[in-house]
Each structure stands twice: as C-alpha cells, then as structure tokens.
C-alpha cells in the first residue's frame, strides 16, 4: 500500500505538470470512445429503422445498384436514381402479383421550399401512395395520411413531417391549414410523429409527403426513384422476390433495376459503419501513443530529479523491483486518470450530439478505453522505471 501512496503523492505534489502529461491520454481516450459510441449509435439507429419496415420488406430500386462489384455500390445507386426508368406502370405490375405482394409503395423525392408567412423552411418533398404509411410506419400524430381518392384526383394535400409543422405552427394544430411549396398553396392533413435522423441525409421530420400524382403535376415528372415492397410471406421471401423480378423484366431490361431485401441493406451500411468507426477510432488512438510518450519523457525527468530519493531509498533497503514496481504504478495511475477524464468528455460529447446525431456510448468502449489507458501508462512508463531500479545507491546519493 505504501508504494501506490507514494505514487500518488508524487503526482498530486506537481498536479499542473500531471495534468499536461495526462492531455494526450485524455484527448486519446475521449475521441475514441466518443467516434466508437457515434459508430455504434449509428448502427443501431439504422437497425431499428430497418427493422421497423419489417422482415418482409423488399425494395426495388432503379438501375443496377450492385455495379461489378457485386455488392451495393452507392455510385450506381445514384446512376440509377438520375437515369430512373420505374414508372407507374411497374407498380401496376407488381400490384398484380397478388400471390407474392401484399402491397407496394413507390415513391418519389425533390428537394425544395415550404412557407408560411414571413417563415420558410428547406424540406424534401416525398410523393407517394396512401400505402407508404403502413409500409414506412409513417403514423400521423396529428389529423391523417391522405388518402386514394386524393391521390387519383391529384388533389394539393400534404402532410408535415414533425419538425416542420413545429417550425411553421408551433403549438398551433396545423390540420386543415395551408401552406406554400414552392409557388403552390396545399392544405395540411396530417402531421407525422417524430422520427429523428435519416441515415446521414436530411430528417425524416423534414420530409413533407404529397400524393404520387400531385407530386409528378407538380414537378413535371413521371419518375420514381424507390418502389417498397411489403410480401404475403416472409419465409418465401426468395419465392416471392424471385417472381417480382420475373414480372419487371417484362417492361425493363435487367441492369433497369435492382430487388434487394432489406437485410442486404442493413448488411452493406453495417459494414461501412464498422469500417469507418475502426479506421476513426484507429486514428484517434494516435493520441494515446502521443499521450504515452508524453508520460515517458515526464517520467524520466521525474527519475532525474528524484536520484537522490531514489538513492536514499535504496540505502534504506528498498529492492530494485520495488522501486521499479512504484515508478510503473505511477506511470499507470497518470494514464488511468487520463483515461477517467477522457470518458468523462466522451460522456458529456456522446450526450451534447446526441439531438443532431444517434451517439451511444457502451460498456465495451469505455472498458476498452480504460484498459487501453492503463497499457499505454505500463509500457511507456517502463524504461524510465527500469532506469530508476537501475540507479546505483552510492551514485545516486552524490548527486546534485
């Protein structure tokens, strides 16, 4: 017990000098575990997200979205947006295939403005089906989904994601009121409950959803960039993605589209976020090699200034393991503490991002943090305590 007293007595006696050898380990351990518990917020923000659509969910987007690699390739998924050849037609098709498809959900996206009054706000604008509200559990907080009829009759309704209709009415009910898109009056039907981020792109509450065919009036378009797919059964989902393929390729030609199943999705985006969270974390860790040989060079000067102590130590029967076994302790204790600050920071980080991104910190990165802390305190802090064990008693004691 008397070594670790002595240690922290030695650490505490020069607390400003500790502290700046402990800044590469704090900086270190709060970026890692801050970047890991974004990675891991994100992952399972869109594993929720995936799983609310269901197991039987299949989408069906334009073009070839696998490319040569055979795996989904964002760059051909964007090729295939801007060169979209679904239609209205294929949904026709797929609505046919009663046997494999319970309902489908095409829609369509563009970017632009909403108003009311003085106040304007940048939206994406969503056109779809009446059937996109149970395929995307898109369930109005306020009034309803517009329905088929206002679809046949490219009727001007909409209905407001949640951030929306807060930013333009407040606390006011914003259903039955109207409101601007572009240069063109609608009137609100519903609002959407609050459904947070959209994997990496606008949010979901800044998405204001139109009738399909207001949508293609309004915007001089008759494509459609997404068609969602709910099957009669999820244990024949090879069956039945096997037969609405089958029925596309009779109005497109195979690199015209692309059937994915959802866990195919989730499999490529998990991916990507483990890749881009282990390559982040990794550099990251730099600064906890930097952190380290900051508590080395700090412990060799602490070795030089403490000769005689260590001198005197030793000609009162202190062993070299001993002395070694208190400078390690030391080393280890400054790069603990780092690490306790640096999680303290990734906490208050992970929880001050958390209304803009899904960060969460787990149990598994601050052990890791904490375990990898105190290594870097060991390793960097054993030359300068073998060099103390090393001292000669009659050498160090003459020394001035």
Known sequence: MEVFSVALRAIFVNKMRSFLTMLGVIIGVASVVL????GNGLSAFV????????ANTIIIFPGDIFG?????????????????????????????LREHVAEAAPFSLQSDSVSLGNTKKRITVLGTTPNYETAFNAKPEKGRFFS???NANASRVIVLGYEI????????????????VGDQTFQVTGVIEKKGGGFGGPSFDTYAYMPLKTFFRAYDTTKIVRIVVKTKTTERLKEHMAAIRKELEKSLKADEFSVVDQSEILGTINQILSVLTVALGGIASISL?????????????????????IGLRKALGAT??????????EAAFLSFFGGMIGVGIAFAGTFALQSFIPAKVTFDAVLLAFGVSSLVGLIFGAAPARRAAQLSPIEALRYE
């Open 148 to 150: 088929a009829s206002e």
């Open 320 to 329: 070299p393991n001993l002395i070694m076994l208190q400078f390690l302790i």
């Open 165 to 180: 209709a807060q930013e333009l009415f407040g606390n006011v009910d914003p259903v039955g009121k109207q409101v601007t």
């Open 35 to 38: 970047l890991t518990s974004i």
């Open 68 to 96: 040569d690699s055979g795996s989904i390739n964002s760059e051909s998924a964007a090729t295939g947006i801007a060169n979209s050849k679904l239609t209205q037609k294929e949904v026709n098709r797929l609505e046919q």
């Open 47 to 54: 594993t929720e997200q995936f799983n609310e659509l269901g």
């Open 289 to 309: 090699v930097v952190g380290g040989i900051g508590i080395m060079n700090i412990m060799l000067v602490s070795v030089t200034e403490r000769t005689r102590e």
